[in-house]
């Protein structure tokens, strides 16, 4: 649960979001985590083993060495002798943490505890299932009467043992120290002043996570470390030179701040790199099934189930303890799985028909050209075609002249019964008819010339 708690800390602090108006969400979330370590605390201090108590003998140390309210909080927190540590121990473990977890929770995940029941089933399940494959021992029992060996608190403890270790002052190594990260953490949604949320974004804020992530696995593993050499006294083997541990811890601050601005460079040329590059086409698909096969797959884990809760129940009669813990992670688990897939379900049900298939789109240069009237193309036709040219013209004698004179007056009059139903050829040359009727004179003179060219020849 701890490190749960520790993963979806850092998931949020690199990602930035409690910027976007999730400043009391960051806020509930911190004090989750605080309240978290505390309910493992005390959880494994009430078995009373070696561990335990190592574990009791520091915390009320530490909280004797606060000052002005130490002397007071110690006798709240852990009474007046056995009898009053266990039952208050077991209070807060079981009755006032609790409450205030949840309290807590309604403000930092107001939805998810409605909705989210699979995904609270499956951690559950995923964390009982780890504990059933992996057991966790109680430990020594713990003897008044014989001398405590060499052991160390709890993993999540152990960095704050490594700073008690150095043998400085208790307060600053045990009270202050942790107060004073817990109280950045707190902070941090109200100093981090950058526009984006992306970690490549904001490289003071990620450089800041990467070192207290770098001296969070240096002190952990430095408290679990004793001196292998057997011949030094016991308090030889425990105690770690505070310069060294604290110039250590200086010097993780530089090269954590290198390998952030390092990480930052190469993340973005690769990033500038893929911009480069053609995009290729998404290869994710939804797995949609079909009703008949979501029944059958939900009667088929029913099925599982009950027979998981049989198996289950015949474990802890025979005393299988571990056996019948790993099964109901099992059943956990099969239970988030039956859950999602009846809201799946009922989200398929729901769905508006898919839309009908939308007609093909005509081909280019395939396309219908608009028909045009008869009439208005004949009429176009007719205004739009260009005067042909004339005739050559022809010679001819008075008598001829004369003849077509006569003629002329007729072809006027079947012109105008004709109307519109003449070409436009016979329209034009029509025109140039009347023209040679008009002008007479220019007719007969043409004529003299031609009777004259011939005597002349002759």
Request: cysteine-free; charged content about 15%.
């Amino acid at each position: 649960m701890v490190i749960v708690a520790l993963l979806h800390m850092y998931y949020q602090y690199f990602s930035g979001r409690y910027k976007i108006r999730n400043e009391i969400l960051w806020v509930t979330g911190i004090l989750i985590g605080v309240l978290t370590i505390l309910e493992a605390f005390t959880g494994y201090d009430i078995i009373f083993s070696e561990r335990a108590e190592l574990a009791i003998s520091i915390a009320a140390s530490l909280t004797n060495s606060i000052p002005v309210l130490g002397p007071q909080m110690r006798e709240a927190f852990f009474g007046g002798g056995f009898h009053d540590f266990v039952l208050r121990f077991y209070a807060f473990h079981v009755f006032f943490l609790p409450i205030a977890m949840l309290g807590l929770m309604v403000v930092h995940f107001p939805r998810f505890l409605v909705f989210d029941v699979p995904m609270v089933m499956a951690i559950s399940g995923a964390v009982t299932l780890t504990g059933g494959v992996f057991p966790v021992d109680l430990g020594t029992k713990f003897d008044p009467s014989v001398p405590p060996g060499i052991t160390v608190p709890e993993w999540y403890l152990t960095g704050l043992y490594a700073f008690l270790r150095t043998m400085y002052d208790k307060f600053v190594t045990g009270v202050a120290w942790p107060g004073l990260f817990i109280f950045a953490l707190l902070i941090v949604p109200f100093i981090d002043r950058y526009k984006k949320f992306s970690w490549k974004d904001r490289p003071l804020i990620t450089a800041l996570g990467i070192t207290s992530l770098a001296q969070i696995m240096v002190t952990t593993y430095w408290g679990f470390y004793i001196d292998p050499n057997i011949k030094k006294s016991l308090l030889e083997r425990l105690v770690i030179d505070p310069i060294f541990f604290y110039l250590v811890m200086l010097l993780l601050v530089p090269l954590s701040f290198g390998f952030t601005y390092l990480m930052i460079k190469l993340a973005k040329n690769a990033e500038a790199n893929a911009r480069v590059q053609p995009k290729r086409g998404s290869t994710k698909n939804s797995i949609n099934l079909e009703m008949k096969w979501i029944y059958i797959l939900f009667v088929g884990l029913l099925a599982f189930q009950i027979y998981l809760n049989i198996a289950a129940y015949y474990a802890v009669i025979n005393g299988m303890k571990n056996f019948s813990l790993f099964i109901v992670g099992i059943i956990m688990l099969v239970f988030a799985g039956m859950f999602h897939i009846y809201r799946h379900g009922r989200t398929m049900t729901k769905a508006p028909p898919p839309p009908s298939p939308k007609p093909a789109p005509p081909v280019k240069g395939l396309q219908s050209i608009p028909s045009i009237p008869e009439s208005a193309h004949t009429k176009s036709s007719i205004g739009t075609t260009e005067k042909p040219l004339a005739p050559p013209p022809v010679q001819k004698s008075t008598t001829s002249q004369s003849s077509s004179e006569e003629a002329t007056p007729s072809r006027s009059i079947n012109l105008d019964s004709k109307s519109a139903a003449v070409s436009p050829y016979e329209i034009s040359a029509n025109k140039q008819d009347d023209n040679s009727a008009t002008h007479p004179t220019e007719s007969i003179s043409n004529s003299d010339t031609e009777i004259r060219r011939r005597n002349n020849n002759a």
